[in-house]
């Protein structure tokens, strides 16, 4: 499993796991955040290797079609970076540091 799929995965699972099913929900954090296989999910639910192999990659396509709709991932991410862009151009702003304070507190980005 490559390490940017896991990452991505995991991370639009931060922003959309409440839309999922509680299935869903259980079957991708076993497999990309616990790093479980195919078969210990099986064993853990009682069910085939194949419907938790279906489960995770119609999950993985919902997830990704969330993103594509809503952007709140690839938001974040350029939220992020003018942020740093900003503390790194004004380092001695107290004003700036605190919004981006205040702004990062909402993202939960801290």
């Given at each position: 499993?490559?390490?940017?799929?896991?990452?991505?995965?995991?991370?639009?699972?931060?922003?959309?796991?409440?839309?999922?099913?509680?299935?869903?929900?259980?079957?991708?954090?076993?497999?990309?955040?616990?790093?479980?296989?195919?078969?210990?999910?099986?064993?853990?639910f009682s069910?085939?290797?194949?419907?938790?192999?279906?489960?995770?990659?119609?999950?993985?396509?919902?997830l990704e079609?969330?993103?594509?709709?809503?952007?709140?991932?690839?938001?974040?991410?350029?939220?992020?970076?003018?942020?740093?862009?900003?503390?790194?151009?004004?380092?001695?702003?107290?004003?700036?540091?605190?919004?981006?304070?205040?702004?990062?507190?909402?993202?939960?980005?801290?």
């Amino acid at each position: 499993m490559e390490i940017e799929k896991t990452n991505r995965m995991n991370a639009l699972f931060e922003f959309y796991a409440a839309l999922l099913t509680d299935k869903q929900m259980n079957y991708i954090e076993l497999y990309y955040a616990d790093d479980y296989s195919l078969a210990e999910i099986a064993e853990e639910f009682s069910v085939s290797r194949q419907a938790v192999y279906d489960n995770i990659k119609r999950t993985e396509k919902i997830l990704e079609d969330y993103e594509r709709k809503l952007h709140m991932y690839s938001d974040y991410i350029v939220r992020s970076q003018i942020f740093d862009e900003l503390l790194t151009k004004y380092p001695e702003d107290i004003f700036i540091q605190e919004k981006i304070t205040l702004l990062s507190s909402i993202d939960n980005r801290d």
